[in-house]
């Protein structure tokens, strides 16, 4: 048993006795780490904000290879996420984020990158225009899907390596484009429309940041079907994103802009 500290992202948390909490952190140095927080529900407030889903705090644990829960020593908040976020839009797709970490990520296996683009799509969902959200989520979707070695192929026929159709056909199944050949008799393929796949094609390689900043996602809602169909097709831990489900479900008036999100339609 080692005394480790890393930096780490709550995803969830729940009740462990009458007294203590079990927090989900997804951490830089370890991975996905299920630590016991002891008297932390008797005494809330010796950990702060540091067991607050969103937090990205500094985290003290016992680390025990081979074994699922960890004692939590100690956590410091860095950034107290959840605090800085005042409306159920931006909430309901910061929560998107950690759900899909939650959802494709598991065990100890640590991946520094896919945590600092954890922690940069929740330092932009906290601070985008609120039209650009659907735009950082699905830049985020297709980015975490690349780093776990799954990069939808949009410069040549995903099958072939062909020269690809005209129709910009995209199969979620085959992971990409398809040239004229490949697409018969592959079922679930989507024609895009050239707005969407350039969509698709700046929200795969620029810096997830950036798709808060500068770009207006058009045709979000047909990106976001494929995206999703793509996801389902190649995690089988992936039924869709329930956090953007309480969008979906709020009245219009209460989700401003919502004729530009996906999630509202
Ligand atoms: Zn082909």
């Known amino acids: ?10 995803l969830k948390t729940h009740a462990l006795g009458e007294t203590s909490r079990i927090a989900v952190v997804y951490t830089r140095d370890h991975g996905l780490v299920k630590m016991v927080a002891k008297g932390a529900r008797k005494t809330p407030s010796r950990f702060g904000y540091a067991l607050e889903p969103l937090t990205r705090g500094r985290y003290v644990y016992y680390f025990k290879p081979d074994r699922d829960l960890h004692l939590l020593s100690q956590a410091d908040t860095l950034t107290a996420t959840g605090s800085r976020i005042a409306d159920l839009e931006r909430l309901a797709h910061a929560e998107a984020a950690l759900e899909l970490i939650d959802r494709l ?29 659907p735009a950082l989520t699905i830049a985020f979707q297709l980015q975490v899907a690349s780093l776990l070695g799954y990069r939808p192929r949009l410069d040549a026929c995903a099958e072939c390596g062909g020269p ?10 085959r992971g990409g484009l398809l040239c004229d050949r490949c697409v018969g ?13 350039a969509g698709l094609s700046l929200l795969l390689t620029r810096p997830v940041g950036e798709a808060g900043e500068y770009f207006e ?15 389902k097709y190649h995690f089988q831990r992936f039924k869709g994103l329930r956090s953007l489900d309480l969008l979906r479900a709020l009245p219009p008036e209460r989700t401003p802009k919502s004729e530009e999100t996906p999630c509202a339609t």
């Open 185 to 197: 008799g592959e079922p679930g393929t989507v024609a895009l429309s050239a707005d969407a796949l």
């Open 1 to 10: 048993m080692a005394i480790v500290t890393s930096e780490g992202i709550v």
């Open 164 to 173: 690809l159709s005209q129709r910009r056909l995209f199969s979620p199944a």
């Open 105 to 133: 990520v598991w065990g100890e296996e640590p991946h520094a990158e896919l945590f600092d683009l954890l922690a940069a799509v929740l330092e932009a969902v906290t601070a985008a225009p609120a039209a650009s959200l």
């Open 217 to 231: 996602v058009r045709r979000a809602g047909e990106i976001l079907r494929v995206v999703e169909a793509f996801l």
